[in-house]
């Protein structure tokens, strides 16, 4: 992709020769280190190929003294675009104004985009960095960005780790928040059942066990306190860890109703445009949207880019409206089953993926308007749930 704009630069030609010629013409160029690009043969034997304009030149002067005959096609680039504009000085200037805009707004930031996954929404960290000198349009010699990193930290006590990597005109940021550390946190916390089954076995990290094996529990008993007592008596708190394995009952149900709507779109779709010239937004043109249309909405930006891999500090926002309406539908018995055990099979997988199944009972029941369809399971797990403890 960089080669295809230095070859724009350069210029470059499509040159043709005879199919009889072809063979001497390649070894000829291998031979004096000619390179050429784009190389296809026709069905009539005729051999095309690109040069830049400075290896034509070279091949023009050898050939000079041989009798293989080449035609140029036509030429390419910027050295075509001045010959053909020389007698135009005022599109001349402006093309020596527009390669120097471009120079020099290479000098500056043009996007910063945040690449990691966080809570915090990526707008808020942009602005913040803003506040810190980092922002579309700041010179980039003007921005120590490992003092920006280190100043960050200090203001945003949120986060415990950032960097700002410059990949052209783009400020990509990796940051990491503390609180994604949650299992180092200090926090102090109990265990407690999120189901109740019977004790099988159990393993305490940290805290104080309150079960054994073999007892019965109910759901939000406590199993492991994170109140602890020395030795002298008295108390402290911890962060407490363990698991604890159990043999737990329990029924899963999920109703599908014979008489359901859908969402159908009708084909019809109207757009809105703007455009965006760094940090700065103004309405281009739009679609005229219907008042009372029913829609989803659709946000792309797409930036334009130079050379194939230059982004420029201008995109064109446009928000994508597809009009759909809701159709009253009804299911089958066998398509509501179906459905059913498709909505089933998402439930145990969404809340029981880390569980041995040892025994399942399935209960189908078909009323005048719905299907239900009962699972009930009989499953070993971890049974544990941090509760916070409460220590003010």
Same mark, same amino acid.
């Given at each position: 992709?960089?080669?295809?704009?230095?070859?724009?630069?350069?210029?470059?030609?499509?040159?043709?020769?005879?199919?009889?010629?072809?063979?001497?013409?390649?070894?000829?160029?291998?031979?004096?280190?000619?390179?050429?690009?784009? %190389?296809?043969?026709? $069905?009539?034997?005729?051999?095309?190929?690109? %040069?830049?304009?400075?290896?034509?030149?070279?091949?023009?002067?050898? %050939?000079?003294?041989?009798?293989?005959?080449?035609?140029?096609?036509?030429?390419?680039?910027?050295?075509?675009?001045?010959?053909?504009?020389?007698?135009?000085?005022?599109?001349?200037?402006?093309?020596?104004?527009?390669?120097?805009?471009?120079?020099?707004?290479? /000098?500056?930031?043009?996007?910063?985009?945040?690449?990691?996954?966080?809570?915090?929404?990526?707008?808020?960290?942009?602005?913040?960095?803003?506040?810190?000198?980092?922002?579309?349009?700041?010179?980039?010699?003007?921005?120590?960005?490992?003092?920006?990193?280190?100043?960050?930290?200090?203001?945003?006590?949120?986060?415990?780790?950032?960097?700002?990597?410059?990949?052209?005109?783009?400020?990509?940021?990796?940051?990491?928040?503390?609180? /994604?550390?949650?299992?180092?946190?200090?926090?102090?916390?109990?265990?407690?059942?999120?189901?109740?089954?019977?004790?099988?076995?159990? #393993?305490?990290?940290?805290?104080?066990?309150?079960?054994? #094996?073999?007892?019965?529990?109910?759901?939000?008993?406590?199993?492991?306190?994170?109140?602890?007592?020395?030795?002298?008596?008295?108390?402290?708190?911890?962060?407490?860890?363990?698991?604890?394995?159990?043999?737990?009952?329990?029924?899963?149900?999920?109703?599908?109703?014979?008489?359901?709507?859908?969402?159908?779109?009708?084909?019809?779709?109207?757009?809105?445009?703007?455009?965006?010239?760094?940090?700065?937004?103004?309405?281009?043109?739009?679609?005229?949207?219907?008042?009372?249309?029913?829609?989803?909405?659709?946000?792309?930006?797409?930036?334009?880019?130079?050379?194939?891999?230059? $982004?420029?500090?201008?995109?064109?926002?446009?928000?994508?409206?597809?009009?759909?309406?809701?159709?009253?539908?009804?299911?089958?018995?066998? $398509?509501?089953?179906?459905?059913?055990?498709?909505?089933?099979?998402?439930?145990?997988?969404?809340?029981?993926?880390?569980?041995? /199944? %040892?025994?399942?009972?399935?209960?189908?029941?078909?009323?005048?308007?719905?299907?239900?369809?009962?699972?009930?399971?009989?499953?070993?797990?971890?049974?544990?749930?941090?509760?916070?403890?409460?220590?003010?």
């Amino acid at each position: 992709m960089a080669f295809s704009g230095v070859k724009w630069l350069w210029g470059y030609r499509l040159i043709s020769c005879e199919g009889k010629s072809s063979a001497r013409l390649i070894n000829l160029m291998t031979d004096r280190g000619i390179d050429y690009f784009g %190389l296809r043969v026709d $069905e009539n034997g005729e051999m095309r190929f690109f %040069l830049l304009e400075k290896e034509y030149k070279i091949l023009t002067s050898i %050939l000079d003294k041989s009798d293989i005959k080449v035609y140029s096609v036509y030429g390419r680039g910027l050295p075509f675009v001045i010959k053909q504009r020389r007698n135009r000085a005022g599109l001349l200037l402006g093309l020596v104004i527009y390669l120097a805009l471009i120079y020099t707004s290479s /000098l500056f930031v043009w996007d910063i985009r945040v690449v990691s996954d966080t809570d915090t929404p990526h707008n808020i960290i942009i602005k913040n960095l803003e506040a810190l000198g980092c922002c579309e349009g700041a010179y980039l010699k003007s921005i120590d960005f490992e003092n920006l990193c280190i100043d960050y930290l200090d203001r945003y006590s949120d986060f415990s780790w950032i960097s700002v990597n410059m990949q052209g005109t783009v400020a990509y940021v990796e940051i990491q928040e503390k609180r /994604l550390y949650g299992e180092q946190a200090n926090t102090p916390r109990n265990l407690i059942a999120a189901y109740g089954g019977i004790i099988e076995d159990y #393993s305490v990290y940290e805290g104080r066990s309150h079960v054994k #094996s073999g007892n019965v529990v109910k759901k939000g008993d406590l199993l492991v306190s994170g109140i602890l007592e020395d030795k002298d008596g008295e108390l402290r708190v911890c962060r407490a860890r363990g698991e604890v394995m159990a043999t737990v009952d329990l029924s899963l149900s999920v109703e599908v109703p014979y008489n359901y709507q859908k969402q159908v779109y009708t084909g019809r779709s109207y757009e809105k445009n703007r455009l965006r010239f760094f940090n700065i937004t103004f309405p281009y043109f739009s679609d005229k949207i219907p008042r009372d249309i029913t829609c989803t909405t659709l946000n792309q930006t797409q930036a334009a880019v130079l050379f194939e891999r230059i $982004e420029l500090p201008l995109s064109l926002e446009k928000q994508v409206y597809r009009e759909y309406t809701v159709k009253d539908l009804v299911y089958s018995a066998d $398509e509501a089953k179906a459905a059913a055990h498709r909505l089933m099979e998402k439930k145990v997988a969404d809340e029981l993926s880390r569980a041995e /199944l %040892l025994n399942t009972e399935t209960v189908e029941k078909q009323t005048e308007s719905s299907y239900i369809l009962t699972l009930n399971i009989k499953c070993r797990m971890d049974i544990t749930k941090p509760a916070d403890i409460e220590t003010q």
